[in-house]
C-alpha cells in the first residue's frame, strides 16, 4: 500500500519516531490571564453547558433547567432553538442578562453529544465564503463593506450550513432584543461544532457593526488563511500582546472582543488538518492543565494564529518548542507537561481523547443533570 507524506498514518509514523520532549517556554506578563478575564470564561463556560439541555430536557421560561440555569437567577429566556436531528442543524438559546448581571443579550450554541457526530462534523469539504454585505453602516464609524471583502476565502461548508440553517431563528431574535435593550451587549458562545457557529455568526454580527463579544470553547477550524485574515482584521485579534498598553487598574481592563479557548489534550481545535487547507485564527487562550479544574495560572494568553506555546505545539507531536527570538526551536528542559503518556501520536490524531478533554473546559461539558457535573468537582479560582 502506498500513501503519501501528508497521509495522517505517515505522520503519525513520523511522530512515534521523533525523540519525546515538552513545551518549553517563558511566559511573559503580556501572556498572563487576569482574574477578571479568568472570571469572564469560567462563566461563559457554564452558560454553554445550558445549551445541552435543549434537545434533552429542556430550558424553559422564565430561565430555567436541570443544568446550571439556577446559577443565573434573574435572567430572562427569550427563546430557544432545535432544527432538528442532522449534522447541519443545530439548538441553542438566547438570554437576556439583567442587572445586577451585566446588561448582555447570550446565544448560546450547543455542541455535539458524541465523538462519531464531532468526527463526521470536521469531514466536510470547504466552500466559497461569501461574507455579509450591510445595507448601511449601522454601527458606525469605517464602513463595514471594506472589511467584508474577502478573496479567495473558503469556509467549512458543513460549518456554514449549519449557521445559516440556524440565522433566520437567531437574527430576528437578537434584532428584536437589541431595540428593548440597545444599550446590552451582544454575547455569542460556543462550544465544539456550536463554537465554529457561534464564530460564523459572530463574524456576520460584527460586519454588521453590532460589535459581539465572541467566546468559543474547543473550536475546529473553520476555513483557509484568506477567511482567517478576514476574521483577525473584523476582530482586531492578530495583534502582539505585548505592544498594547497595560491597564494598572484591573477594573478598568477591556476583555478581549473574540476569545478562542483551547484545551491541552483537545485534539477538535486542531481539525481539519492543515493538509485539507484549514488554519487557526487569533485570539486562542489556552488551558494547560490537562484535568478538572484549572486555576488562573493554568491559562494563558496566545499570540497570533499559530502559537506553538499553545494547542497548536500539540500538532508536532511531543517535540518541543521554544520561541525565542523570533525562531522555533526544540528543547529539552520542560516547562509545563503540555502532552501526556501518550503523547507520542500527534494530538489531532488521538481522536480517543475526544470524550473527555474535547469536553473539559473549566467544568465538564454536555450533562444537562441537576448540578451540572456529577463528578462534584468544584470551581476554586486562584
Known amino acids: 500500500m502506498k500513501f503519501s507524506r501528508k497521509h ?7 511522530a512515534f519516531l ?18 477578571k478575564l479568568f472570571e469572564s470564561l469560567e462563566e461563559s463556560s457554564r452558560l454553554v453547558d445550558i ?3 435543549i434537545g434533552s430536557t429542556g430550558v424553559h421560561k422564565p430561565f430555567e433547567c436541570l443544568s ?9 429566556l427569550i427563546t430557544t432553538w432545535n432544527t432538528g436531528p442532522l449534522l447541519s442543524d443545530s439548538c441553542g438559546y438566547i438570554a437576556i ?16 453529544y458524541s465523538v462519531t457526530n464531532t468526527i463526521i462534523d470536521l469531514s466536510a469539504y470547504p466552500q466559497r465564503y461569501v461574507p455579509y454585505i450591510p445595507d ?3 454601527g458606525g464609524g469605517d464602513d463595514p463593506r471594506e472589511k467584508a471583502k474577502c478573496t479567495n476565502c473558503t469556509v467549512h461548508a458543513g460549518f456554514m450550513t449549519t449557521w445559516q440553517n440556524t440565522r433566520s431563528t437567531v437574527l430576528p431574535a437578537v434584532e428584536t432584543a437589541r431595540k428593548q435593550h440597545p444599550d446590552y451587549e451582544i454575547v455569542l458562545i460556543g462550544h465544539s461544532l456550536g463554537g465554529a457557529v457561534a464564530a460564523l455568526a459572530g463574524l456576520e454580527f460584527q460586519l454588521k457593526g453590532w460589535s459581539p463579544q465572541v467566546t468559543t470553547f474547543g473550536e475546529p477550524k473553520l476555513g483557509n488563511r484568506a477567511f482567517v485574515n478576514l476574521l483577525d482584521e473584523a476582530f482586531s485579534v492578530n495583534v502582539d500582546q505585548s505592544l498594547l498598553p497595560r491597564e494598572e487598574e484591573e477594573e478598568e481592563e477591556e476583555l478581549p472582543r473574540f476569545r478562542r479557548v483551547t484545551h491541552a489534550n483537545d485534539p477538535v481545535p486542531l481539525l481539519p488538518l492543515d493538509e485539507w487547507g484549514y488554519e487557526t485564527h487569533a485570539g486562542e487562550i489556552f488551558i494547560s492543565k490537562p484535568d478538572l479544574p484549572p486555576g488562573r495560572t493554568d491559562l494563558e494568553r496566545c499570540e497570533g494564529n499559530r502559537d506553538l506555546r499553545c494547542i497548536e505545539g ?18 529539552e528542559q520542560p516547562r509545563r507537561q503540555r502532552i501526556d503518556g501518550a503523547g507520542l501520536i500527534p494530538a489531532r490524531f488521538r481522536l480517543w481523547e475526544l470524550f ?22 468544584k470551581f476554586k479560582a486562584d
Request: proline share 8%; net charge negative; hydrophobic share 35%.
Open 51 to 53: 445549551a445541552y439541555c
Open 68 to 76: 446550571r440555569c439556577q446559577e443565573f437567577e434573574g435572567f430572562e
Open 8 to 14: 495522517p498514518l505517515f505522520l503519525s509514523l513520523c
Open 18 to 35: 521523533l525523540p519525546k520532549h515538552t513545551v518549553a517556554a517563558q511566559n511573559g506578563p503580556e501572556r498572563e490571564v487576569s482574574a
Open 136 to 138: 448601511d453602516n449601522e
Open 356 to 377: 473527555f478533554a474535547h469536553r473539559d473546559y473549566f467544568w465538564r461539558l454536555g450533562l444537562c443533570v441537576p448540578g451540572g457535573d456529577p463528578t462534584g468537582l
Open 97 to 112: 442578562s439583567h442587572p445586577p448581571y451585566p446588561k448582555r443579550i447570550i446565544v448560546a450554541f450547543r455542541g455535539t
Open 314 to 331: 500539540a500538532s508536532y507531536g511531543s517535540n518541543a518548542v521554544n520561541i525565542a527570538g523570533g525562531q522555533t526551536v526544540l528543547s
